[in-house]
């Protein structure tokens, strides 16, 4: 009976042995089937990425691009690029010339009316010089003398009164010489007893006067050639100089008398600084020497006076050009530059944001456009802030703007590569590339 329990018992343990054992056998080969789908597995991804990705990837050197988008490349060239900056303002004469009044007198005659325009060498007007010819005259006359007196004291040595000093002077030496070969005779004959003592004194006296007549004589000679010297010829120079130059005065004061405009441009009235008060010439109208009579905006050089804000004022400098055009004269591009920038601002009433005023310089209008233009004209202007004739530009999309690199063909490899790049100005399309790129170089867009 133990034997018959035994039994099943035993043969239950062995039916269990079995089971665990063929769930072994199982298991061992599902791990072997695990393992062979994994090897295959990493087998096809390998050959994948084998044909999807160089080497170069594994070393971090290849991006991918983003979803969507396509490879291009494009191979670096040199373009013209250029910044300008718009601004407006109004046509100004560049300078204003007074003519002042040659010399003090009535109008004679007008040839002119405010704000019309003249032509350079055009008659303005006539002054009366009447009283101008007499002072002429008279500045005429005294520089005739003074030519004279200078010429006379530079050879006084031969003048009249020098002649009559110098013969004066002969007779008294010839004089003097023969009173004193007498009072020799006078004095030997007196040893001898021939002639008296009052003789004797008497030829004394008349030696002594005689050197008196000579010495006097001297002192004049003397004297009248002293007037021809250095001094007194410097004086007579220095008289005849101012005579010269007032002589000159008045004869180019009295050519003046025709006045000619000097600039083609718009007669204006001229302001004086005292009460801005303004003088309104017409025929019998007094002028005043070196008082401005008219003003003439000279249109021959114009300029154009402009506001820029605060954001456009700091790419402005002295000398960028400057290209100018206006609805009255349109299709033409006047040619300026930038000639001075306020350093202080102009305060609008109805602006709460400051403005400098900028001035530009316009030297050459063509003829048929100066017949055209007016003063106080609207004007436009493009201020050319930045130009590169030969500047590297690239498509927007080329440059990682995170990162500041581009895609660049690597000719060993064939394969795109980053490299850094220093970026300028953009436009719409492209971004100029000022350190990184060389022209020829293969560059990869998206």
Same mark, same amino acid.
């Given at each position: 009976?133990?034997?018959?329990?035994?039994?099943?018992?035993?043969?239950?343990?062995?039916?269990?042995?079995?089971?665990?054992?063929?769930?072994?056998?199982?298991?061992?080969?599902?791990?072997?089937?695990?393992?062979?789908?994994?090897?295959?597995?990493?087998?096809?991804?390998?050959?994948?990425?084998?044909?999807?990705?160089?080497?170069?990837?594994?070393?971090?050197?290849?991006?991918?691009?983003?979803?969507?988008?396509?490879?291009?490349?494009?191979?670096?060239?040199?373009?013209?690029?250029?910044?300008?900056?718009?601004?407006?303002?109004?046509?100004?004469?560049?300078?204003? +010339?007074?003519?002042?009044?040659?010399?003090?007198?009535?109008?004679?005659?007008?040839?002119?009316?405010?704000?019309?325009?003249?032509?350079?060498?055009?008659?303005?007007?006539?002054?009366?010089?009447?009283?101008?010819?007499?002072?002429?005259?008279?500045? $005429?006359?005294?520089?005739?003398?003074?030519?004279?007196?200078?010429?006379?004291?530079?050879?006084?040595?031969?003048?009249?009164?020098?002649?009559?000093?110098?013969?004066?002077?002969?007779?008294?030496?010839?004089?003097?010489?023969?009173?004193?070969?007498?009072?020799?005779?006078? $004095?030997?004959?007196?040893?001898?007893?021939?002639?008296?003592?009052?003789?004797?004194?008497?030829?004394?006296?008349?030696?002594?006067?005689?050197?008196?007549?000579?010495? #006097?004589?001297?002192?004049?000679?003397?004297?009248?050639?002293?007037?021809?010297?250095?001094?007194?010829?410097?004086?007579?120079?220095?008289?005849?100089?101012?005579?010269?130059?007032?002589? $000159?005065?008045?004869?180019?004061?009295?050519?003046?008398?025709?006045?000619?405009?000097?600039?083609?441009?718009?007669?204006?009235?001229?302001?004086? @600084?005292?009460?801005?008060?303004?003088?309104?010439?017409?025929?019998?109208?007094?002028?005043?020497?070196?008082?401005?009579?008219?003003?003439?905006?000279?249109?021959?050089?114009?300029?154009?006076?402009?506001?820029?804000?605060?954001?456009?004022? +700091?790419?402005?400098?002295?000398?960028?050009?400057?290209?100018?055009?206006?609805?009255?004269?349109?299709?033409?591009?006047?040619?300026?530059?930038?000639?001075?920038?306020?350093?202080?601002?102009?305060?609008? #009433?109805?602006?709460?944001?400051?403005?400098?005023?900028?001035?530009?310089?316009?030297?050459?209008?063509?003829?048929?456009?100066? @017949?055209? !233009?007016?003063?106080?004209?609207?004007?436009?202007?493009?201020?050319?802030?930045?130009?590169?004739?030969?500047?590297?530009?690239?498509?927007? @999309?080329? !440059?990682?703007?995170?990162?500041?690199?581009?895609?660049?063909?690597?000719?060993?490899?064939?394969?795109?590569?980053?490299?850094?790049?220093?970026?300028?100005?953009?436009?719409?399309?492209?971004? $100029?590339?000022?350190?990184?790129?060389?022209?020829?170089?293969?560059?990869?867009?998206?």
């Amino acid at each position: 009976m133990t034997d018959d329990k035994r039994d099943p018992a035993l043969s239950e343990l062995k039916t269990m042995e079995q089971t665990v054992r063929r769930a072994k056998e199982r298991f061992s080969r599902l791990q072997t089937i695990q393992k062979s789908a994994l090897l295959i597995l990493l087998v096809m991804f390998s050959w994948v990425f084998y044909h999807m990705f160089t080497a170069d990837w594994f070393a971090g050197e290849f991006h991918h691009l983003p979803a969507g988008k396509t490879m291009r490349t494009v191979t670096v060239t040199t373009q013209p690029i250029s910044r300008e900056v718009s601004l407006t303002g109004s046509l100004e004469p560049l300078k204003t +010339v007074n003519i002042p009044a040659p010399f003090s007198g009535p109008v004679k005659t007008m040839a002119f009316t405010y704000g019309e325009e003249v032509r350079r060498g055009q008659k303005l007007m006539v002054l009366d010089n009447s009283d101008l010819m007499i002072k002429l005259r008279n500045a $005429e006359s005294d520089f005739i003398k003074a030519k004279q007196d200078f010429n006379d004291k530079a050879h006084w040595s031969k003048s009249p009164e020098s002649r009559d000093a110098q013969r004066e002077l002969i007779s008294a030496r010839n004089s003097a010489d023969a009173k004193k070969r007498k009072l020799k005779e006078a $004095e030997a004959l007196f040893s001898n007893g021939i002639i008296s003592r009052d003789d004797m004194e008497q030829a004394k006296e008349d030696y002594r006067s005689a050197k008196d007549t000579l010495a #006097s004589s001297e002192d004049k000679y003397r004297a009248e050639l002293k007037k021809g010297g250095q001094d007194n010829v410097r004086m007579a120079e220095i008289k005849l100089e101012n005579a010269k130059a007032v002589f $000159e005065s008045y004869k180019a004061k009295a050519a003046l008398a025709t006045v000619i405009a000097p600039v083609r441009g718009v007669a204006m009235k001229p302001q004086f @600084s005292d009460n801005e008060k303004t003088m309104v010439l017409s025929e019998g109208a007094s002028v005043t020497a070196g008082l401005p009579m008219l003003a003439i905006a000279d249109l021959e050089s114009m300029e154009v006076r402009a506001k820029a804000d605060e954001v456009d004022v +700091v790419e402005l400098r002295v000398g960028q050009k400057v290209h100018v055009t206006g609805e009255a004269f349109p299709g033409v591009v006047l040619a300026g530059v930038i000639r001075d920038i306020a350093s202080q601002t102009v305060k609008e #009433s109805d602006s709460a944001h400051p403005f400098y005023r900028v001035d530009v310089t316009i030297n050459d209008i063509p003829a048929n456009v100066a @017949s055209t !233009v007016r003063i106080g004209m609207s004007a436009e202007l493009q201020i050319v802030v930045y130009e590169n004739p030969k500047a590297i530009l690239v498509p927007i @999309s080329a !440059v990682d703007p995170k990162a500041k690199t581009v895609q660049r063909i690597d000719p060993s490899t064939g394969k795109p590569k980053p490299v850094r790049v220093k970026t300028g100005i953009t436009t719409l399309q492209d971004v $100029e590339i000022l350190r990184g790129l060389s022209v020829g170089d293969k560059i990869v867009i998206q």
